[in-house]
């Protein structure tokens, strides 16, 4: 397996949102493929375990504070914009605080770190840009208001940054799972179970993947995967685009 992996040596990678979820997995695959991995988490006893486990550095930061992304590294050649939340109520009772932190999170940090890399990866004349955006940036959901703003947002974002970037060797694209075994879908399960009266499996099926044509969750492993394959040099002309594993959902 391991040897079917691009060559990532002598690359840096930072990884947000990387104690946990996609992120974790994501810092696992790029130091699997030789990179040497910055993990940053908002939970710094995460961070540092992730990154005892890979051999990288660990960095507790708070993304909603534009200071703590400034204190972020630098001179990085991969970036992986990987750190999220959620939150779910109608568009009429939306807690105004919890939309804004939630952009700032998930749009002004990503956007914060483009600023803070780019001109190292420009200089080096190669750059990836894998930033983990959603189904939910390419469709619609009732009652998450912030987030599908925030990941149409980041999709935005990538774009310009894949325009900009590409006389500089960087790319930038997006990857755009469906539901994903994370802790954050886990408790989405458990909230939906007792608002509906029923089990964690009727959720999935009856709830979470009603437009999924394939009816299991990804794995975190499996969208890693792919952030590694958008590294490698076969993908040297793939950017500015949305990589769905949405299951089909995009399909129907």
């Known amino acids: 397996m391991t ?12 990884v947000t949102g990387g104690g946990s979820g996609i992120g974790r997995a994501c810092a696992i695959a790029l130091a699997e493929a030789g990179a040497t991995v910055h993990v940053v ?3 710094v006893e995460s961070a540092e375990a992730v990154a005892a486990l890979v051999g990288g550095r660990a960095h507790g930061a708070d993304l909603a504070d534009p200071a703590a992304v400034r204190g972020l590294p630098a001179g990085v050649d991969i970036l992986v914009n990987s750190a999220g939340l959620q939150y779910v109520a109608p568009l009429t009772t939306f807690p105004v605080e919890r939309f804004a932190r939630i952009q700032q999170v998930m749009v002004t940090a990503p956007f914060l770190l483009l600023r803070h890399v780019l001109p190292h990866m420009y200089a080096g004349g190669w750059g990836r840009v894998v930033n983990i955006s959603s189904v939910h940036g390419l469709r619609a959901s009732a009652f998450k208001s912030a987030y599908v703003a925030a990941k149409h947002a980041l999709e935005g974002l990538s774009k310009v940054a894949a325009i900009e970037g590409a006389p500089y060797g960087v790319t930038s694209n997006c990857i755009c799972p469906g539901y ?34 394939i009816k299991r969750l990804i794995e975190p492993e499996e969208v890693a995967a792919a952030a590694v394959w958008l590294c490698g040099p076969h993908a040297d002309y793939l950017t500015g685009a949305s990589l769905p594993l949405d299951g089909g959902w995009g399909a129907a």
């Not at 040897?3 to 930072?14: N, W």
Request: no cysteine; charged share 25%.
């Open 41 to 43: 988490d908002i939970d």
């Open 180 to 213: 994903v075994r994370t802790p954050l879908v886990e408790a989405q399960i458990e909230q939906q179970a007792a608002a509906h009266g029923i089990s964690a499996e009727d959720v999935l099926s009856e709830v979470l993947l009603t437009r999924s044509a």
């Open 3 to 14: 040897s079917q992996l691009p060559s990532l040596r002598e690359r840096v990678a930072l």
